[in-house]
């Protein structure tokens, strides 16, 4: 009987004890589901943060080299490197805007003070095309709408211009002080470069450690090559505007092409706002020159984003042509500007952590289990045979 008691108390004991770690594994993977949800949720906070130190890696990427390549041949320390090249563009973009803003201020002045003669001419040219589609071909096309009704329109922009315009500065100041934040991210980011590489390996050992260093190192490359690959496309969209705006006889050329190719810089919105100078220089020197110059910024512009620009990037990210333009509309879809902006840094970094955590083990594992377990000898001409 007494024996029988211990039976039954030892077996009550391991229920308990398995009822005990039950509770705590539930409650282990409960904390870990509401800390992961925490986490998502804090990310989503925090998501303009994120983005912009995502960018600053990127743009750190890029300029790690050329960094490191400056300390090497003038014996300067890496921060002083980093800022060296922080103070070239500084003084880069100061001297583009103070060249750049004025002409285009200038272009714009003189256009709204003509205006009333440009749509003139604009509204001569649309009556004499209308004529001669009513005489030749039989078709009524439509007509803008009469002077009167151009200058008014005209006035409520002008107002509602001034009317944005602090808006429009704070969104600037905002701007540009996440730009100057970025910076900031990727000065420190190539300063603690080593040290979080360093940390990270120690996580990591023998083959794992070699597969993070390698894959750290091709994640880099990527995200540079992405910023090199739009410097080229913004040169390669530079110099076919400057031809173009030369054989138009657009007044300072230079100027219109550089605005365009820094500009197309920016996704979306960039191969627009690039083109609306020369545009508004063209128009208000003649209609017809305005239509030409809008057609060969449009042809410019598509034959670049749907040839050039995805070959490019194939050869300085090793993205192929397909996954670059379905990453793009897909980004686009997605994040609009944002998504445009990091669709294709995104994919190629997770493109390479797949290659070496899931794809290279995976087939490195079906390779040892379909390893031969004895080799036949092979005399003569005869094949290998695998047992």
Same mark, same amino acid.
């Not at 880069?92 to 003139?120: E, I, K, M």
């Not at 092409?257 to 996704?267: D, K």
């Given at each position: 009987?007494?024996?029988?008691?211990?039976?039954?108390?030892?077996?009550?004991?391991?229920?308990?004890?398995?009822?005990?770690?039950?509770?705590?594994?539930?409650?282990?993977?409960?904390?870990?589901?509401?800390?992961?949800?925490?986490?998502?949720?804090?990310?989503?906070?925090?998501?303009?943060?994120?983005? !912009?130190?995502?960018?600053?890696?990127?743009?750190?990427?890029?300029?790690?080299?050329?960094?490191?390549?400056?300390?090497?041949?003038?014996?300067?320390?890496?921060?002083?490197?980093?800022? =060296?090249?922080?103070?070239?563009?500084?003084?880069?973009?100061?001297?583009?805007?103070?060249?750049?803003?004025?002409?285009?201020?200038?272009?714009? !002045?003189?256009?709204?003070?003509?205006?009333?003669?440009?749509?003139?001419?604009?509204?001569?040219?649309?009556?004499?095309?209308?004529?001669?589609?009513?005489?030749?071909?039989?078709?009524?096309?439509?007509?803008?709408?009469?002077?009167?009704? =151009?200058?008014?329109?005209?006035?409520?922009?002008?107002? $509602?211009?001034?009317? $944005?315009?602090?808006?429009?500065?704070?969104?600037?100041?905002?701007?540009?002080?996440?730009?100057?934040?970025?910076?900031?991210?990727?000065?420190?980011?190539?300063?603690?470069?080593?040290?979080?590489?360093?940390?990270? $390996?120690?996580?990591?050992?023998?083959?794992?450690?070699?597969?993070?260093?390698?894959?750290?190192?091709?994640?880099?490359?990527?995200?540079?090559?992405?910023?090199?690959?739009?410097?080229?496309?913004?040169?390669?969209?530079?110099?076919?505007?400057?031809?173009?705006? *030369?054989?138009?006889?657009?007044?300072?050329?230079?100027?219109?092409?550089?605005?365009?190719?820094?500009?197309?810089?920016?996704?979306?919105?960039?191969?627009?706002?690039?083109?609306?100078?020369?545009?508004?220089?063209?128009?208000?020197?003649?209609?017809?020159?305005?239509?030409?110059?809008?057609?060969?910024?449009? *042809?410019?512009?598509?034959?670049?984003?749907?040839?050039?620009?995805?070959?490019?990037?194939?050869?300085?990210?090793?993205?192929?042509?397909?996954? !670059?333009?379905?990453?793009?509309?897909?980004?686009?879809?997605?994040?609009?500007?944002?998504?445009?902006?990091?669709?294709?840094?995104?994919?190629?970094?997770?493109?390479?952590?797949?290659?070496?955590?899931?794809?290279?083990?995976?087939?490195?594992?079906?390779?040892?289990?379909?390893?031969?377990?004895?080799?036949?000898?092979? !005399?003569?001409?005869?094949?290998?045979?695998?047992?």
């Amino acid at each position: 009987m007494a024996h029988a008691l211990l039976i039954g108390r030892d077996a009550l004991r391991r229920r308990d004890n398995l009822s005990i770690k039950q509770a705590l594994q539930i409650v282990l993977r409960t904390a870990l589901v509401v800390g992961t949800l925490l986490s998502l949720y804090l990310l989503f906070l925090l998501r303009h943060l994120v983005l !912009t130190l995502f960018l600053a890696i990127v743009f750190a990427s890029a300029l790690r080299p050329l960094a490191i390549r400056i300390q090497r041949q003038w014996h300067l320390s890496r921060g002083v490197a980093v800022l =060296a090249l922080y103070g070239v563009a500084i003084v880069g973009v100061v001297f583009g805007v103070a060249l750049l803003v004025p002409s285009f201020a200038g272009s714009v !002045t003189d256009l709204v003070s003509r205006s009333h003669d440009v749509y003139g001419r604009w509204y001569e040219l649309a009556v004499s095309l209308r004529g001669d589609a009513n005489q030749r071909l039989n078709i009524t096309l439509p007509m803008p709408p009469p002077q009167p009704q =151009a200058d008014a329109w005209l006035a409520g922009v002008i107002a $509602a211009a001034g009317r $944005a315009a602090p808006g429009l500065v704070m969104r600037a100041a905002t701007l540009l002080g996440q730009v100057l934040l970025g910076m900031l991210m990727a000065y420190y980011w190539i300063e603690a470069r080593d040290d979080l590489l360093g940390f990270g $390996a120690r996580l990591f050992h023998g083959e794992q450690r070699a597969r993070f260093l390698m894959a750290f190192d091709e994640v880099e490359q990527v995200l540079g090559a992405y910023m090199g690959g739009q410097i080229i496309l913004s040169l390669i969209i530079a110099g076919a505007s400057l031809l173009a705006f *030369v054989a138009l006889g657009l007044p300072h050329p230079e100027v219109l092409a550089l605005i365009s190719g820094l500009l197309h810089m920016l996704p979306l919105v960039g191969a627009v706002l690039g083109v609306v100078p020369a545009v508004v220089v063209a128009v208000a020197i003649s209609p017809v020159k305005g239509l030409l110059t809008v057609l060969i910024v449009v *042809v410019i512009h598509q034959v670049e984003n749907s040839f050039v620009a995805p070959r490019v990037l194939e050869k300085q990210m090793g993205l192929s042509p397909l996954l !670059t333009v379905v990453a793009l509309t897909a980004g686009i879809i997605l994040g609009g500007f944002v998504g445009a902006l990091c669709a294709l840094p995104l994919v190629g970094a997770v493109s390479i952590l797949a290659r070496h955590f899931l794809f290279r083990p995976v087939l490195a594992a079906r390779a040892a289990q379909t390893e031969p377990t004895e080799v036949e000898p092979v !005399t003569g001409d005869s094949e290998q045979a695998w047992e």
